[in-house]
């Protein structure tokens, strides 16, 4: 399973039950239900040897839209996407969205994989 399907699937088992939506891509405004959008901002093959790669990293950016403040939606996300193994919390940031009316959470994770 490619990293993708694996965040998808791991935020949709985490967040379903909460009756919140999570998928690829960026927000969508026809959604007024609090939703998690996540998408790949890098893709780095590191830790060279015999000039092969032996560690891919992948930034991944996770948002949350919503109406409300979602700290603790913050917190679950955080947790989940730290069972994926090899996955850091880097950096989050709060935005209030003025033209949307939308609260905004970005959260940033490093997903280190091994290179077969």
Not at 15 to 39: A, C, M, R
Request: proline share 1%.
């Amino acid at each position: 399973m490619d990293i993708i399907e694996t965040i998808d699937t791991t935020l949709s088992n985490t967040i379903t039950p909460l009756d919140i939506q999570s998928f690829y891509g960026w927000y969508d405004k026809d959604i007024n239900e609090t939703h998690v959008t996540f998408i790949l901002l890098s893709d780095t093959d590191e830790d060279y040897s015999d000039d092969e790669a032996e560690t891919n990293t992948q930034l991944v950016q996770v948002d949350i839209w919503s109406k409300e403040n979602m700290e603790n939606l913050k917190k679950t996300i955080k947790d989940a996407m730290k069972t994926l193994g090899n996955c850091r919390y880097i950096d989050g940031r709060d935005f209030y969205e003025k033209e949307t009316l939308i609260y905004h959470k970005a959260l940033r994770f490093y997903i280190d994989r091994e290179v077969a």
